[in-house]
């Protein structure tokens, strides 16, 4: 069945650091792909988002492009704030699945100043 | 604007206990999932429906049970709670053919 992977983490960066959390998933067809973050104490929200091969969906910073040929996701921002600090999930969505979002793990981020 | 919102935000209840937390949406969307998080596991899907009188397990449905009576509400019911069932509860929304689902801010629910 369809499935995402993402390193777990805990990763722990040093403000204005560079981050990567890698993400692969598991689809026949065309899934869409996503990242949603969570703040601590708070609900998911949609981070960015891309619906075809090679888009590169991109907001607050972050980017990330689908790439189908290694069936990734990468999420990565330049330069990361204390105020990144939260968990973020690789997510898709697919027919295959009957349009159910399935989630990775989630990565748990700690930006220190 | 429309949302989706959960109630209530925190429970706490006893074991052998029937609970229901609502989720309500006004997108009017057709298609809503109830999801669980939990520390090493991540959201792991309960329900779903994709209409009115449409229900479906999803992969830890086993404790709960959900019906869909009209387009906006989809509430998850605990026929007995247990305290395997100590965890945060997401309610999401979307539309077929749309790409986003929209989530609620969560219910956390504690079984004693």
């Known amino acids: 069945g369809d499935s995402v992977t993402q390193m777990e983490g805990p990763v722990t960066l040093s403000e204005e650091a560079f981050l990567t959390i890698n993400c692969t998933y598991t689809a026949t067809g065309y899934p869409s792909l996503f990242w949603y973050v969570q703040y601590p104490g708070e609900g998911l929200q949609l981070l960015l988002k891309?619906?075809?091969?090679?888009d590169k969906g991109s907001n607050k910073g972050f980017e990330a492009t689908y790439r189908k040929e290694t069936t990734s996701f990468h999420l990565e921002k330049g330069s990361v704030q204390v105020s990144d600090s939260a968990v973020y999930f690789c997510a898709l969505r697919a027919k295959t699945s009957y349009d159910k979002v399935i989630f990775g793990p989630g990565t748990s981020l700690s930006v220190i100043p | 604007d429309a949302e989706i919102t959960q109630s209530p935000r925190h429970k706490i209840t006893e074991t052998g206990r029937q609970v229901t937390l609502a989720c309500h949406q006004t997108w009017n969307h057709n298609n809503m999932f109830w999801y669980r998080q939990d520390l090493g596991h991540g959201l792991r899907l309960i329900h779903y429906?994709?209409?009115?009188?449409?229900?479906n397990k999803g992969e830890v449905s086993d404790g709960y049970s959900v019906s869909r009576s009209n387009t906006e509400d989809l509430p998850l019911t605990l026929e007995s709670a247990a305290s395997s069932q100590t965890s945060v509860y997401f309610c999401?929304?979307?539309?077929?053919?749309?790409?986003?689902?929209?989530f609620g801010q969560g219910t956390r629910l504690t079984v004693v």
């Open positions: 429906s994709y209409g009115v009188h449409d229900t």
């Open positions: 999401a929304s979307s539309e077929s053919g749309e790409p986003e689902a929209f």
């Open positions: 891309a619906t075809k091969a090679d």
